[in-house]
């Protein structure tokens, strides 16, 4: 029989990915932009999330907000409410964004009056783990009622964040969640990778992680 070429397709793409996501990430520092790639499973309060960080940024920073979804321009709405810029992104049923649909992103909102954008990704612990989408840092939500064990059964997601938000630490006494092994299962996973307990209902921790955030950005365009 004769031979059959094999393409490795997958391979091909994440390369072509990789290397789209790196020229975005040189455009986007030459104009003095951080982008943060914020994600998490539905349900962790990434939303509510965010209203608490921009509340506690926009005095220092001009922060604008791609939110990506299925469907739907819910996020986006709640988002403009608290004065930031804001975009509703719609991935025609992809359950992540790679470089190229982020930097499409980027041109429809418009970054020339932005220090800080956020790309708020599609919902989903595996998929948008996979792509890179030229992020300056990458930044997920854990929340309390998922469980401590998620780094274990999810471990790229976490491979790849430079922060690790563990939302709804107002709850932990309604949980079985051992934060003190999550930080353990984190590290293992990624031993550099910054943790941050936070509650985006009542505001708890909320400082840690925005200061920590402002410095990346100060960092980045320095």
């Known amino acids: 029989m004769g031979k059959v070429r094999i393409l490795e397709i997958k391979e091909s793409v ?14 986007l520092k030459e ?21 608490r960080t921009i509340a506690a940024l926009k005095d220092d920073l001009r922060i604008g907000v791609m939110e990506a979804d299925i469907d739907s321009d819910v996020d986006a709405l709640a988002i403009a409410e608290t004065g930031a810029k804001a975009i509703q992104l719609h991935t025609g049923g992809m359950c992540h964004l790679d470089a190229k649909m982020t930097e499409q992103g980027i041109e429809g909102l418009g970054i020339e009056d932005v220090d800080l954008a956020i790309l708020e990704n599609v919902g989903n612990l595996v998929c948008p783990a996979e792509f890179d989408t030229g992020a300056s840092k990458n930044v997920m939500i854990l929340s309390v009622p998922e469980g401590h064990d998620k780094p274990l059964k999810y471990p790229l997601m976490f491979e790849v964040c430079d922060a690790v938000l563990i939302n709804k630490i107002d709850v932990l006494p309604y949980f079985d969640f051992d934060m003190e092994l999550v930080k353990k299962y984190i590290h293992q996973r990624n031993p550099k990778a910054e943790i941050f307990p936070v509650s985006a209902k009542t ?15 100060t960092d980045w365009k320095s």
């Open 14 to 27: 994440f390369a072509d990915n990789d290397r789209q996501a790196d020229q975005l990430r040189i455009r």
């Open 31 to 51: 104009k003095g932009v951080f982008l943060m790639n914020l994600m998490s499973s539905p349900g962790s309060g990434k939303t509510t999330t965010l209203k």
């Open 203 to 217: 505001g708890e921790g909320i400082e840690a992680w925005t200061t920590w955030l402002k410095k990346q950005v």
